[in-house]
């Protein structure tokens, strides 16, 4: 059902040439990603405040009209595809960070603050706000996808650096969660509850971040292994020995090959660890140290590291790039991406299981992963001309989702539901599946945000 | 309106003389640790199994019959107090681990463990359960209140160290939330929802916690300031500073010369600062030398520490005494303890804001606190044959409360709503509490959870 017209004039009447129906806006907010179909959306709002957004929703509201936020739009699982089309909610313009607070280590910023301009920002401060999901995403998309990445080992998710949240509800009305006190036991967590959800029960137009002290010091280092199985054990072994990395990233030897194709380096192609240490220079020489210790205890090879800033910022930067250079690797393709995370004792197995599945397949598939999370994705190459290879690419996912169940663990991580995962809701949840329906359906009954996504449909 | 008769012999069939009607056990379940004029229940469920519970709720939904979930009793907002009667569901004999697993750092167990007897259990293993509020309260009564206590400055609190959750519905539904995944990005949190929930959402029968590893090393010290300012000054520069404190508490003059009289201590009868440190034993000496430099900037004592476990249990048992030291510092009294926790830059102001206005009170109010994370307690003394002591009491309170909101933090840091805190819900949160209202009737329609707390009433 296309958008009333009436809608569009009131919209116009809030936004003035900040509604869009230009054919290319709709487009760009249609595509994703990845390997879904395009949606795109009857109208592009790029609302400046809060009361914009309101409006907006109220407009919706009132025509039965759906609405969709759009942050960067590096989502993997076709979150913001407006698959009933609608009003998409593009927080472009609201962009400015509101106010930092350095001496309570925490920065109020509108949604559509990206976390590379975040950074930018506080670089002065001495501050950092450390969720790195490798993409230059928003700061509302990853909040509204939970989203954690290279630093979540040390640092968490989102769940657990969001302070608090400005909301528009599914009726327009406007309500703040959380304060800026470091905790609470005032009533039910709604912070946490719009954290993940999505877009499916409001709109976020403003977020209270928790932000770190940058370290004293830094270093990283990579060492490769030639199996697998010793380089994952490692990882456990550090994580289990509570040695406070700040990041440990895995990357296979496919990987390693399309990092060298795209950014001229020079690893061999073997199955390596990415690591990080923050803290004192005594204590990163002591971690640093250990975990070299661990990684020769497993016969991997020489564990180079180095506290220069340019080394490790090319490091972090190769490994920000493995999926575009894993996209590279075979013309053409797109991708779906996998998202298994497990209990860390059950991370080997895991591993070694989607490897063997992937090298018995007919498309190529590297793995990399955020290990000390027990969290790791498949880049499974997929042929868009070629609907065999997304077939092929489908079972594997199936295959991961099952083996990530089996183990305890979850269908997904970090990248969230979206259109690609709401088909193993029933079998994560259960029952407690038609709880977040219960929920959806007390906030937002007309289901007008993000319509299609998270809960049951139909 | 008392529990009709035919719910009492149907509760019968299930629990046989499990189920308590005598009057020492309805007193028992009708009392709190503070202020609050006893509520006993019609009736007090001690279930063995998630099925008896499911079992008592479908009972009771059946005859829209109240229950009310019973961890330790130790909450002090009157939380457990059944105000319009019903069926009290005590956990106690469902206080089994059912499962400790070393390798993923987590343990399954049932809601009635409490957090002595889990960490008894945790000992042999090197892992510990870290949230500790001093009480020996149950985990299924801690996540309900969201605790937190002296460790959550470098631990979280139950919002952060709870993994899963199995919970009973308002209408019987037994479901699961989380998985033993560290993370998940797989819908709606809530597992987050039902922490702090205050069982009025349904009754917690199993829960997956995160655990640590025991630290390497551990070492405690103690110093005393000649004024607030200073002590607070030196706090909040600790945390600045990025020292991963494992504890910092406050104590006043008043609190130190309690402890003193209760536990033959000899504090000077000053402020003091109590810290422990955990970490390597490089690290831990570091961390204890910095703090001594910040102690010493701000004209603080000798900053004493020490390595020896006695010593330090000694220094936590007294300051787990210190409530019960603060009420045997007043003959027969009882307390109102408040609970304010802001942003730490605000901490120096509203901590010597609320020492100022009870020394011009007419009732002693000795100060104490988690001041690492912004959290402090005045432990408002109270004789309980003097009405105008508890008006004097509830004065001071609102006026805390009003200062926590106006330096931007929350109402309560750690103990909840409850009774004595609902009346402050509509301030700090504004239509975000009707929002909570309508998750309460999206998934207890009937009102039967834990009625009369937490959200809106009538
Ligand atoms: C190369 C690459 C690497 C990646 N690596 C990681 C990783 O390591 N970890 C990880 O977690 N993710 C990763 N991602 C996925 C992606 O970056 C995250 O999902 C990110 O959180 C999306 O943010 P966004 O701003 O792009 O949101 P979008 O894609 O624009 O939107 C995501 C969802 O949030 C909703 N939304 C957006 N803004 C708002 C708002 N203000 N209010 C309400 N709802 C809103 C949308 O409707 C949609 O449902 C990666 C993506 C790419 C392309
Ligand atoms: C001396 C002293 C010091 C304290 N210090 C602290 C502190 O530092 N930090 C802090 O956070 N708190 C502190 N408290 C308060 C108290 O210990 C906490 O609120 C604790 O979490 C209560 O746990 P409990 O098992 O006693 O719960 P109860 O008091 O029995 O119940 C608390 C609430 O949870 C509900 N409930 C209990 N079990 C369940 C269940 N299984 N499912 C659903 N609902 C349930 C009850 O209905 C009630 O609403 C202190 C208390 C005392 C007496």
């Known amino acids: 059902m296309p958008v009333p017209a009436e809608v569009l004039t009131a919209l116009e009447k809030i936004l003035g040439d900040r509604l869009s129906r230009s054919k290319s806006d709709l487009d760009l907010h249609g595509r994703s990603e990845t390997y ?24 919706c509201a009132a025509h039965g009209c759906p609405v969709v936020g759009w942050g960067a739009g590096t989502s993997l699982e076709g979150h ?24 309570d280590m925490d920065v109020v910023v509108q ?9 930018r920002e506080l670089r002065a401060t001495g501050l950092f706000f450390p969720v790195d999901p490798g993409a230059n995403a928003s700061l509302g998309g990853m ?9 979540a080992v040390r640092y968490g998710t989102m769940r657990d650096n969001v302070l608090g949240l400005e909301v528009v509800l599914a009726d327009g009305r406007v309500i703040r969660t959380g304060t800026r006190a470091r905790k ?10 719009f954290v993940g ?11 209270t ?29 550090t994580i289990q020995l509570g040695i406070p990395m700040a990041r440990i990233e895995f990357v296979d030897a496919a990987t390693a090959a399309a990092v060298n194709a795209y950014s001229g380096a020079s690893f061999p192609e073997k199955p390596h660890l990415m690591v990080e240490f923050h803290g004192s220079p005594t204590g990163v020489a002591e971690q640093a140290e250990t975990f070299g210790e661990i990684v020769a205890d497993n016969g991997g090879g020489r564990f180079e590291w180095s506290a220069r800033a340019e080394e490790r910022t090319a490091l972090w930067t190769m490994r920000h790039n493995a999926y575009y250079a894993c996209l590279a690797a075979r013309k053409g393709a797109t991708a779906l991406v996998t998202d298994m995370c497990v209990p860390i004792s059950k991370l080997a ?26 969290n790791f994705h498949a880049i499974l190459l997929v042929d868009p001309q070629n609907p065999m290879d997304l077939a092929e690419a489908k079972r594997l996912s199936h295959r991961m989702v099952d083996r990530a169940l089996r183990l305890g663990g979850t269908v997904t991580g970090e990248h969230g539901i979206g259109m690609g995962k709401l088909g193993y809701m029933a079998r994560e949840h259960g029952d407690a599946w038609d709880v977040m329906g219960e929920i959806k359906r007390a906030l937002d009954p007309q289901d007008l945000m993000n319509p299609g996504k998270l809960v049951r449909q139909g």
């Open 111 to 119: 949604p559509g603050v990206t976390r590379e301009a975040l950074n």
């Open 349 to 374: 197995e895991a591993v070694e299981e989607t490897r063997a599945d992937i090298a018995a397949a007919t498309i190529p598939g590297p793995i990399l992963g955020h290990v000390g999370d027990g």
């Open 184 to 193: 609470s036991a005032a009533g039910y967590d709604l912070t946490g509850l």
């Open 143 to 151: 909040a509204s996808t939970r989203a954690s990445g290279t630093t």
């Open 209 to 237: 971040l928790k932000l770190q002290g940058q370290p004293e010091a830094i270093s990283a280092g990579v060492c490769a292994f030639d199996a697998i199985g010793p380089a994952v054990e490692t990882v456990i072994q």
């Open 36 to 59: 879904f179909p395009p949606a795109p959306p009857d109208a592009v709002a790029y609302p400046e405040t809060t009361e914009e957004v309101a409006g907006i929703v109220r407009v």
């Open 80 to 103: 913001a595809l407006a698959v009933r089309g609608g009003v998409c909610v593009d927080f472009a313009r609201m962009n400015r960070v509101l106010a930092v607070h350095p001496e």
């Open 197 to 207: 959800a999505e877009g499916t029960l409001g709109l976020i137009t403003e977020l």
